[in-house]
Nanobody, 125 residues
Framework: QLQLVESGGGLVQPGGSLRLSCAAS????????IGWFRQAPGKEREGVSC????????KYADSVKGRFTISKDNAENTMYLLVNSLKPEDTAVYYC??????????????????WGQGTQVTVSS
């Protein structure tokens, strides 16, 4: 059974960078479409970025295009999200998630069947 564990969050100043990691165990990530979602206090969970089983077809929310980069390392069975040029509005708990069927889809978080526990990203001066 697939399990996901995020790490890499923290407190960073505006304009700073972080690399979030999502380590998988139990199964291979290449069997899943995988993605990153985030939830800020008082807001709904939103899709940030996702990538297909093949490692291609990356998608990004408009709010993070050009600043965030998703990748995965099949050998390490780990997914990453490089977050650059951070803004205060990027403050949220970031979750990684896996979807068994179909291509990755940022608009359908309910179709992701495995979720990590989340990692907090706080952008503040």
């Amino acid at each position: 059974q697939l399990q996901l564990v995020e790490s890499g969050g923290g407190l960073v100043q505006p304009g700073g960078s972080l690399r979030l990691s999502c380590a998988a165990s139990g199964e291979r990530l290449r069997q899943y479409s995988i993605g990153w979602f985030r939830q800020a206090p008082g807001k709904e969970r939103e899709g940030v970025s996702c990538i297909n089983r093949s490692g291609g077809g990356a998608k990004y929310a408009d709010s993070v295009k050009g600043r965030f980069t998703i990748s995965k390392d099949n050998a390490e069975n780990t997914m990453y999200l490089l977050v650059n040029s951070l803004k205060p509005e990027d403050t949220a708990v970031y979750y990684c998630a896996a979807r068994r069927h179909g291509l990755c889809d940022l608009s359908a978080p309910s179709t992701y069947i495995v979720w990590g526990q989340g990692t907090q990203v706080t952008v503040s001066s």
